[in-house]
Structure formats: C-alpha cells, structure tokens
C-alpha cells in the first residue's frame, strides 16, 4: 500500500529555517516524481516544488525560487524539503504527493499531475 508520511512542520520566526521531510513506502519510490503542495487558510492548495524520479530535474513556484532546496534521497525513500528565510505567507499546510503515471518534473506542475498524498505537516511563520 502506497503511504507518504510528512514530517518537519513547526513554528518558526520570519527569517528561519525548516527541514520537512517526506518518507514513502509501497511503491518503486525511484520511477516517479513527487512533489510538495501548499494550503494557506482560506486559499486554494498551490504547488511549490517538484523533482523527478533521480532528482536531476526540479522546479520551484516563484514565490519560493532562491529560498527553498528539494532533494530526494532513493535509498532512504525520502523526499526533503529545505525552507529558508521563511516569510509569513509561507504559511500552511504543506504536502507531498507521488506522481505514480511519470517520472518528470513538468515546469508547470499541478496537483492535477500528482495522485497519491501525504496526510500533511503544518508549518507557521510568525514573530
């Protein structure tokens, strides 16, 4: 059975840093993308980054390009999700999700793409 666990949500300063991680099991975690999603209260879910299945293609929402670093570990089955000089309208819940149909990062990826979701990891930007 398909699963993907987040961790490393928090409260963190304006200007902080956050490790979320992504651990999967029950599938070929290496033939596929994953990405990471983003819900605000109030606002619909958007993507923030994508990386293919051997990490050698990733994208970034261009409101976190220069801040945030995806990498993914195919030994550990984990996906990670370095955020730096967090801003508050970092704020939410963030996801990962597996796209099961391909191993691409599209540069236009959306939650359509993915098809299999975390259960999520809320992380809070406030002084």
């Known amino acids: 059975q398909l699963q993907l666990v987040e961790s490393g949500g928090g409260v963190v300063q304006p200007g902080g840093s956050l490790r979320l991680s992504c651990a999967a099991s029950?599938?070929?975690?290496?033939?596929?993308?994953i990405g990471w999603f983003r819900q605000a209260p109030g606002k619909e879910r958007e993507g923030v980054s994508c990386?293919?299945?051997?990490?050698?293609?990733?994208n970034y929402a261009d409101s976190v390009k220069g801040r945030f670093t995806i990498s993914r570990d195919n030994v550990e089955n984990t996906v990670y999700l370095q955020m730096d000089s967090l801003k508050p309208e970092d704020t939410g819940v963030y996801y990962c999700?597996?796209?099961?149909?391909?191993?691409?990062?599209?540069?236009?990826?959306?939650?359509?793409?993915?098809?299999?979701w975390g259960q999520g990891t809320q992380v809070t930007v406030s002084s």
């Open positions: 999700a597996a796209n099961t149909k391909s191993f691409r990062c599209y540069n236009d990826f959306t939650d359509a793409d993915f098809t299999s």
């Open positions: 029950g599938f070929r975690f290496d033939y596929f993308a």
């Open positions: 990386i293919s299945s051997r990490g050698g293609i990733t």
